[in-house]
């Protein structure tokens, strides 16, 4: 059953997050179930639910799918939230969190305020009306001095950051370490929107038609895997733009930052991470 699994890693130190998608539960393991979520949750962990069978038709579909007892949702995400779990109403939720408490989970953050950076004024707007639980941050003065002297004179230097398409590279990583930096912040988010020739963030191309090349030192990608890892807060990517910015994206990924390709799919995880971490066990 799902509770055999979820017992077999209570002993397991390497473990700190548990992804569980459930479609029902044999008689009495409902209840076994919910025991050993309190007990990962005692020992610092992070259990992620998604429950299939919300609907009298998804019951149907378990119930034949695996023989199980969907049972009644409400009373069943009820007893997940009492003792601890984290319920996922979406698959979409279920993905992005499981994937987030995965790759941030050393860095527990010291609060909820936020700082946003992005080169494009539309994800700004639509950031503000996405921050879930996360508070703005405020600057400190000496960090809104430091985004004045290193972005573009036409910048919006405060929270959240518009960059504009005009900042370069190097200007756009002095932007994230100043507001990383900052003393007012716990976590951030970094959303450059790729399509300029401003940033360097594609693929190198044989045939030479630019000169970017995500894959080196220098690059926006690897500039900002270099400030997360000098860095012990919190910070998620957010690339919102086609498939040949895909390889920045997996060096990002593969540098441990959470990277997204929706903004409010990006604040969303990490509100939900930042609600969570800050009152598990370390």
Not at 24 to 47: C, K, N, S, Y
Not at 70 to 83: C, K, Q
Not at 102 to 123: D, K, T
């Amino acid at each position: 059953t799902v509770s055999d699994f979820v017992e077999h890693y209570l002993d397991d130190a390497s473990v700190r997050v548990l992804g569980c998608y459930i479609e029902g539960f044999e008689p009495l393991d409902g209840m076994r179930f919910v025991e050993l979520i309190r007990e990962h949750r005692r020992r610092g962990r992070a259990v992620i639910a998604f429950k299939a069978g919300k609907t009298a038709l998804g019951a149907q579909a378990a119930a034949s799918h695996t023989a199980s007892l969907a049972g009644d949702y409400a009373a069943a995400r009820a007893l997940f939230v009492g003792a601890g779990a984290v319920v996922a109403e979406t698959l979409s939720d279920f993905e992005d969190w499981t994937r987030t408490f995965s790759m941030l989970y050393e860095r527990v953050p010291a609060g909820r305020r936020v700082a946003l950076i992005s080169n494009a004024g539309f994800e700004c707007s639509v950031s503000m009306d996405a921050l879930f639980d996360l508070e703005l941050g405020r600057f400190a003065a000496a960090t809104r001095e430091t985004l004045k002297s290193c972005l573009p004179a036409i910048a919006h230097a405060d929270n959240p950051i518009d960059a504009t398409p005009m900042a370069t590279t190097a200007q756009f990583v002095s932007a994230v370490e100043a507001i990383v930096a900052d003393p007012g912040i716990d976590a951030v988010v970094v959303s450059p929107v790729p399509p300029t020739p401003a940033l360097d963030t594609l693929a190198p191309d044989p045939s030479g038609t630019h000169r970017e090349n995500c894959h080196l030192p220098g690059s926006l990608a690897q500039e900002l895997v270099r400030v997360f890892r000098q860095s012990g807060k919190p910070i998620v990517a957010n690339v919102d733009s086609g498939r040949i910015y895909d390889e920045s994206v997996d060096v990002m990924q593969r540098g441990g930052i959470p990277t997204f390709r929706k903004i409010d799919r990006a604040t969303r995880a990490l509100s939900e991470y930042c609600r969570v971490r800050a009152i598990l066990p370390s």
